[in-house]
């Protein structure tokens, strides 16, 4: 039973750029939320999918922007990138948008140069 | 808006003395959850409170949830060095809240 995949690992960008990152949640999850880690810090909360819809946002500009497909894979793209946005990107998925716990994903480690 | 504040920031402990880190909310949580995250790896879910008071335990590990619902601790008796790492509390005021994630208490082990 897989867990939570995410790819790719490593990226490095340029200012201005545009990437896109994917997450294939744990077998039997139906929800992918995704999170922002800088060095030394919690994650932070970008948003929610569940049913081919972001139901919950954090407080991420509209340049941050994702997608579910019907498989419960999730895509997060961030457009015009910025030096302040080289963090880890955590994918995590739950059965439910409710109270379960979630299961990371090793995360991918994006930088900007 | 919602603060969630951990104590401490980091903590150095020698092998086999204890650890507590603290969690604390400004606001009335429905939930809190706890993760451990090793250096280099990714946050991996520890246990959920609800209830007032609760308290739960996994073998050295004990979890307790404040009475008024703002606040909980997790307390490791007798440290390893498998211990170390950072310890989240991860909130929710309400059931289908977003999830806001503590800044984290690293702990570090001297064998």
Redesign the interface.
């Known amino acids: 039973d897989a867990g939570v995949t995410q790819s790719p690992t490593h990226l490095i960008k340029t200012r201005g750029q545009q990437v896109t990152l994917r997450c294939s949640p744990k077998s039997g999850h139906d929800t992918v939320?995704w999170?922002q880690q800088a060095l030394g810090?919690?994650?932070?909360?970008i948003f929610?999918y569940y049913e081919e819809e972001e139901r919950?946002?954090?407080n991420f500009p509209d340049r941050f922007s994702g997608h579910q497909f019907p498989n419960y894979s999730s895509e997060l793209n961030v457009n015009a990138l910025l030096l302040g946005d080289s963090a880890l990107y955590?994918c995590?998925s739950s059965y439910r948008?409710?109270?379960y716990?979630?299961?990371?994903?090793?995360?991918t480690r994006l930088t900007v140069t | 808006g919602q603060q969630v504040m951990q104590i401490p920031q980091y903590q150095h402990v020698q092998e086999g003395e204890d650890f507590t880190t603290y969690c604390n909310s400004s606001t009335t949580l429905?939930?809190i959850?706890w993760?451990k995250q090793r250096p280099g790896?990714?946050?991996?879910?520890l246990i959920?409170l609800?209830k007032s008071g609760e308290v739960k335990k996994q073998k050295r590990l004990t979890f307790q949830f404040g009475e008024a619902k703002k606040n909980s601790s997790l307390h490791i008796t007798a440290t390893q060095t498998t211990d170390v790492g950072t310890y989240?509390c991860a909130v929710?005021k309400t059931?289908?809240?977003?999830?806001?994630?503590?800044?984290?208490t690293s702990l570090s082990v001297i064998p």
């Not at chain 1, 716990?101 to 995360?107: D, H, K, T």
């Not at chain 2, 059931?95 to 984290?104: H, L």
């Open positions: 939320s999170y810090q919690g994650p932070h909360f929610q919950q946002r954090g955590l995590a948008t409710g109270t716990e979630q299961y990371f994903g090793p995360g | 429905s939930n959850q993760y790896g990714h946050p991996v879910f959920q609800v989240f929710r059931s289908y809240d977003k999830v806001i994630f503590g800044p984290g």
